[in-house]
């Protein structure tokens, strides 16, 4: 598809390219929109077959973070920044020019971690701009906004937010996984936890006291929430109604394979809170800080939970889904 065609269907306000002889930096900046506030998103670090295939991704992110904004009723759209990994990529000297160029945006843009930056890139970008949350907790922050998204959705299908008789598992142990079960534990719930890593799985079972699963079976748990936190696409027309869990609410990104699996989880009375309100914790703490040009505490991200009951009751009285329906609030907020 034509660059312009691609930024116009998807309403991105500006694509940057940024290269740095010097260190071997290519980069990508898009910025999907500004219509509410600065753009947020963090910045994925990835080898790419094409660039073809790094701008695609790049827009597609920014446009995911402007709607997860959206939902979130902050005052952020969203961007995001693609750096195109390459063996002869002198990585500090990338991220400091890298810097500089979020620096010549002037606030339209403020960045952070995501797929393959670490926090050490952050300090380096910080050291050319002040338009990066080089300190947040990501993993944290998430994971307390997904245990909000929690307990929306069991007060929404149970009447009730405690996990007292409740089970949950978690799929994927990372950052964010390993964060979650920590405070699903300290709440009381009876947890099944897999990751890909066995190594890494068998250690938390160990000490969180709870069973281990075999990452390949995790999903059709018998649970009363099922916690997504790894990989996405891994909910299909196809599978649906093999699941046994009663609600799905986790962190991983684009969880449905299509559209159309979220109708096929709403007709297996399974309820899906949309990955992208679930998982809007980091943003959130971000943004709030951005703003209010102060450090806030975690708790701020406990508002997801009411973002997640104002989706869930609006799609039972449309009779749509969940899917549909968050995306419907976020453009509805965009236009």
Known sequence: MPLFKQLEETGCEMLTFVSDPASGLHALIAIHSTHRGPAFGGIRTLSYQSQSAAITDAIRLAQAMSMKAAVADLPAGGGKTVVIKTENMDRQKAFHALGRAIERLGGNYFTGLDVGTTREDLLEIAGET??????????????????????GAMKHKFGSDSFEDRSVAVQGLGAVGAELVTMLSAEGAELFVADADQTLANEVGEKMECEVVNAARILNAEVDVLSPCALGSIFTTQNADALRCKIIAGSANNQLATPAAGEALRKADITYVPDYVANAGALIKGVTEYVEAREVGFDVVDRIGQNVLMVLERADKEGRTTNEVADLIARERLA
Do not use: E, N, Q, S
């Open 130 to 151: 002040k338009y990066v949350a080089k300190d947040l907790d990501f993993g944290k922050a998430t994971a307390r906004g997904v245990m909000a998204a929690i307990k």
